[in-house]
């Protein structure tokens, strides 16, 4: 059970480029429908491409630029998302399907690390790789808060048991 993100900006994007497209040729259609003189005349646009060679500057630039954005929409559309729900171990029974949000496991995993004596404060970013925590502290004692909040973020890991045990990371910034 991975649920992942949606792609809404490649959506976005495409939707956006063929609206444009779709506009610019039914505003063309109804200008000639109508007869009035059209915004782009065919014939104008006609005699400037036939004047343009396959290897002018402007030609080569154009190609570059819509070929790497095509690549970069491809790309995102076929690469999977981040996921948004991160899967939990069903142990032996596998029938259970459970998972955690990514918010929630961080929300969780913070108020663990919050807890640590000389924690002031604390930020903890969940993913299904790599738990990063960053806490504040006012004690002179860094390297022993670092070592009591991985810990706790350990033990509060093995009790919301991902499927995946994700490296922790812990970093600790001294209050002044």
């Known amino acids: 059970m991975i649920r992942r993100s ?3 900006i490649v959506a976005a994007v495409t939707a956006l480029l063929l609206l444009a497209a779709a506009a610019f040729v039914a505003t063309w259609g109804i200008q000639l429908l109508a007869n009035k003189p ?4 065919p014939a104008q646009v006609a005699r400037q491409l036939h004047a343009t060679t396959w290897d002018s500057p402007r030609v080569l630039a154009a190609a570059a630029i819509l070929a790497v954005l095509a690549l970069i929409l491809a790309v995102k559309a076929m690469l999977p998302g981040r996921a948004l729900v991160l899967p939990l171990d069903a142990g032996d029974n596998a029938e259970i399907s459970a998972g ?6 961080g929300n969780a995993l913070r108020a663990a690390a919050a807890q640590v004596p000389g924690t002031d404060s604390a930020t903890v970013a969940a993913g299904s790789t790599r738990v990063t925590a960053l806490v504040r502290t006012s004690l002179g004692a860094p390297k022993q808060v670092a070592d009591e909040v991985k810990a706790a973020l350990a ?7 991902p499927q995946r045990m994700p490296r922790v990371r812990v970093r600790v910034r001294e209050q002044r």
């Open 38 to 41: 059209p915004l782009i005349a």
């Open 6 to 8: 949606r792609r809404t």
């Open 100 to 105: 955690v949000t990514r918010r929630g496991m």
């Open 155 to 161: 033990e509060r890991l093995t009790t919301i048991a």
